[in-house]
């Protein structure tokens, strides 16, 4: 059974850092594209970027290119997305989903993660 | 960037009746077209890929039309559990690989 489990909820301060994690199992994790996707309260899906953890190659959405960083550790598959200065309009849930094999659109979700930013 | 336009914003619908959703693309993106729903507290989950494309375990009642710009997701007999945000997502040009901006459906 394909899963994807992501970190739980953060709370932190403007201006701290932060890594978030999503661990993928039940499948090879290194050929799979794992994306990103941010929804503010109340509002809808903004897709952020995506990375192959089999070689690292990751794409960005204009929009959070220089915002958050996306990476993966295909040891312990696993993918992540970090800030270095956090706003409290990060707030937000960061949801992980893994694309389908050939073509782009998420087959499997990670649950969420709640970052709220407040000072 | 492609950009996904979604009607009508809310929708309303007795249950046992039929709904149905609109996705309209600002350019071509063939059938490249996924669309998830979404019920509060919770992650998206795929119903449609390739604009009519059931998922696996999906319902029959959930049916994906149209190619091009104008799609739209039919859900028939609707029942309470149906009563969910939904959105469409283009993965037909990348970055970024867009989403509408929803469609929250009500069972009266």
């Known amino acids: 059974e394909v899963q994807l489990v992501q970190s739980g909820a953060e709370m932190k301060k403007p201006g701290d850092s932060l890594k978030i994690s999503c661990k993928g199992s039940?499948?090879?994790?290194?050929?799979?594209?794992i994306g990103w996707v941010r929804q503010m309260p109340g509002k809808g899906l903004e897709w952020m970027g995506i990375i192959y953890p089999g070689d690292s190659d990751t794409r960005y959405n204009t929009s959070f290119q220089g915002q958050v960083t996306i990476s993966a550790d295909k040891s312990i598959a696993a993918a992540y997305v970090q800030w270095s200065n956090l706003k409290a309009s990060d707030t937000a849930m960061y949801f992980c989903?893994?694309?389908?094999?050939?073509?782009?659109?998420?087959?499997?979700w990670g649950q969420g993660t709640l970052v709220t930013v407040s000072s | 960037e492609i950009v996904m336009t979604q009607s009508p914003a809310t929708l309303s619908v007795s249950p046992g009746e039929r709904a149905t959703l609109s996705c309209r693309a600002s350019?071509?993106?063939?059938?490249?077209l996924a669309w998830y729903q979404q019920k509060p507290g919770q992650a998206p989950r795929l119903l449609i890929s390739g604009a009519s494309t059931r998922a696996t375990g999906i319902p029959a009642r959930f049916s994906g039309s149209g190619s091009g710009t104008e799609f739209s997701l039919t859900i028939s007999s609707l029942q309470s559990e149906d009563s969910a945000v939904y959105y469409c997502h283009q993965y037909n040009s990348w970055p970024p690989y867009t989403f509408g901006q929803g469609t929250k459906l009500e069972i009266k």
């Open positions: 350019q071509s993106i063939s059938s490249n």
């Open positions: 039940g499948y090879d994790f290194t050929n799979y594209w």
């Open positions: 989903a893994r694309r389908a094999p050939s073509l782009a659109f998420f087959e499997y």
